[in-house]
Structure formats: structure tokens, C-alpha cells
């Protein structure tokens, strides 16, 4: 392997509560107060677009697509309020430690996410010294499972896909793997459920990264 493409949210950093917060609100301004967590639990490793209709099917209204979009993006409004409080205090065990050691080893590293504040979360957590190049919400226009996101990573890294190992926490961002012809590392806390090609509870608990990259 040339180049380890990670997932953003739920593998190098943390924000889940403040996605949750943000649906919560918007969600509670349209009269839908049966969102909850569970539901929020669906939304990972979605597209923003997807993750909105999560919350609309728990309402009676139907909305054009051109309000979907207004609703989509005053909840990104009230996400990127949240995020000014974000600091390397979000940062998942082992990021840090595995990102060193991959540059340690001549390995390049990428994020391949959905969310369009890719740039703005390693700014705020300080790890994008860390990383080559993002791949985001910015760059793609179809979500996972579509391999889209990876596959512009790889590319933006200048790397054959098949070159490339994908690190995710989300059953969807394992199957686009698989789709864009990627080895994959599953993570958290359903990472023996993900049907990745290996798999550990952490970033931090990896004890076989040679093996992997080999």
C-alpha cells in the first residue's frame, strides 16, 4: 500500500454529538420531535442530503426539493456554529500516532468524507499538517456507498486505487471500498460487524500495520 484514505468523522475525530445537536434542532423547528439518536445512528457515513431525509420521514409534510436544500443547509449553519468550539480535544485515540508513523514510513495519508467541512475540522483539531489531500462533500457529488469520495482521494494522491487502503467506521464507507477495488480497515464500535478486510476498535488498538499495508 502507497496511501491510507480515512474516513473523517468517527475515525480521526469525533463530532457525532455535535451532528446530533445540530439534526436535533432543525428537527425540533419543524415540529418533528420523535428524532433521536438511534435515528442519528443511520445517518453516519451518509451524505448530508441523505442524513436530512432520516429526519424528514419521522414528519407528515413534504417538502421540494429546493426547501430540502434550505433545510440542508440551515442545519449545516447551525453544525458550523458548533464546530468554532472544536479543538484537538476531538481527536480520536491513536489519529495522531497513526498519522506519524504513516509518514514515518513514506505512506501518504488522505481524508475521504462526505461532509463539506472536511477542511475546517482538521484546521480546528490540528491534524491537517497531517494529512496529503481531502477528498469531501466539496469535490464529489454522489454519496457511499459510492466509491466516488475514495476514488477522487486516490487520485488526488496521485495512487492506483488498488494501491490504496481505506479506513472506516460506517458499513457504507466499507462497501465503497470494495467498490473502487480498496483494501479496508474497519473501526468502532461495530467495526467485526463491518465486513472489512481487517478490523480493529481503534485506530489506537492496530497492532498489525505492517501486515496490513503489505
Same mark, same amino acid.
Given at each position: 500500500? !502507497?496511501?491510507?484514505? @480515512?474516513?473523517?468523522?468517527?475515525? #480521526? ?6 451532528? =446530533?445537536?445540530? &439534526?436535533?434542532?432543525?428537527?425540533? $423547528? #419543524?415540529?418533528?420531535?420523535? @428524532? ?21 420521514? !419521522?414528519?407528515?409534510?413534504? =417538502?421540494?426539493?429546493?426547501? !430540502? ?5 440551515? !442545519?449545516?449553519? =447551525? ?13 480520536? +485515540? ?34 491537517? +499538517? ?14 457511499? +456507498?459510492? +466509491?466516488?469520495?475514495? #476514488? ?56 498489525? &500495520?505492517? $501486515?496490513?499495508?503489505?
Amino acid at each position: 500500500m !502507497k496511501g491510507v484514505i @480515512f474516513d473523517l468523522d468517527g475515525v #480521526l475525530v469525533s463530532t457525532d454529538e455535535l451532528h =446530533y445537536q445540530a &439534526w436535533k434542532k432543525l428537527a425540533d $423547528e #419543524l415540529g418533528i420531535t420523535e @428524532f433521536n439518536r438511534e435515528d442519528n445512528m443511520r445517518q453516519r457515513g451518509v451524505s448530508r442530503m441523505a442524513s436530512l431525509e432520516i429526519v424528514l420521514e !419521522k414528519g407528515d409534510k413534504t =417538502y421540494t426539493q429546493e426547501e !430540502k436544500m434550505e433545510l440542508a443547509d440551515r !442545519k449545516n449553519g =447551525y453544525y458550523v456554529e458548533m464546530l468554532q468550539k472544536l479543538d484537538s480535544g476531538a481527536v480520536l +485515540p491513536g489519529a495522531v500516532e497513526t498519522l506519524k508513523m504513516l509518514k514515518e514510513m513514506g505512506i501518504m495519508s488522505a481524508v475521504g468524507s462526505a461532509s463539506k467541512n472536511a477542511p475546517i475540522i482538521l484546521e480546528r483539531t490540528g491534524l491537517a +499538517p497531517y494529512i496529503d489531500k481531502i477528498s469531501c462533500g466539496l469535490d464529489v457529488t454522489k454519496s457511499k +456507498p459510492d +466509491p466516488e469520495v475514495f #476514488l477522487v482521494a486516490a487520485k488526488k494522491l496521485g495512487l492506483n486505487p488498488a494501491d490504496c487502503l481505506v479506513v472506516e467506521d460506517a458499513a457504507a464507507g466499507i462497501e465503497a471500498a470494495k467498490r473502487g477495488g480498496m483494501k479496508s480497515l474497519g473501526v468502532g464500535p461495530f467495526h467485526e460487524e463491518l465486513g472489512a478486510d481487517f478490523h480493529s476498535e481503534t485506530l489506537a488498538t492496530v497492532e498489525n &500495520w505492517r $501486515e496490513i499495508l503489505c
